[in-house]
């Protein structure tokens, strides 16, 4: 698989990078020409320099950096965020500060990680009945909290 990458800022942009051999997301870096300091509960659109161009029949799920999320308690605001194979423009990261402690955001900080996803459309029907099932409308909590 291979997305092609236009970069718009010489100098700032870094392609995204596996850090490890079998790793599923490639980090993503900011090019911001200037610190950007989030306090807590600010969030901000982090510019990453970068326009993908990715192959029809797949996305990109821009994710959270646990490291950033356990640390300092920011994190990626629409998670997982979806780059659909159609868009062209520059990607940017929506970063939130859910810690405690300003966190600043360098030139070049690993902010967020991508992971290439196959898509699939489905076709949507409106029916007067479902199915039954076991769990039936059980939602959130329905099992309990025992471990």
């Not at 942009?13 to 596996?18: D, F, G, N, V």
């Not at 051999?21 to 509960?41: K, Q, V």
């Not at 490291?67 to 939130?96: F, Q």
Request: hydrophobic letters at 35%; zero cysteines; proline letters at 6%.
């Amino acid at each position: 698989m291979q997305i092609e990458i236009k970069v718009q800022k010489s100098g700032l942009s870094e392609l995204p990078r596996y850090m490890t051999e079998e790793a599923a997301g490639a980090d993503i870096h900011a090019a911001n020409t200037t610190p950007i300091t989030l306090s807590p509960g600010e969030r901000a659109l982090i510019p990453t320099g970068l326009v993908f161009e990715i192959p029809r029949g797949y996305e990109v799920q821009i994710r959270p950096r646990s490291g950033l999320a356990l640390r300092h308690g920011v994190t990626v605001l629409n998670t997982p965020g979806t780059i659909d194979s159609d868009y062209r423009g520059e990607i940017g990261i929506l970063l939130i500060n859910l810690g405690n402690t300003p966190f600043s955001i360098e030139q070049g900080t690993r902010i967020a990680q991508a992971v290439v996803a196959p898509v699939v459309q489905a076709r949507y029907t409106e029916q007067e009945t479902l199915q039954e099932t076991q769990r039936g409308s059980g939602g959130f909590g329905h099992t309990g909290v025992e471990a």
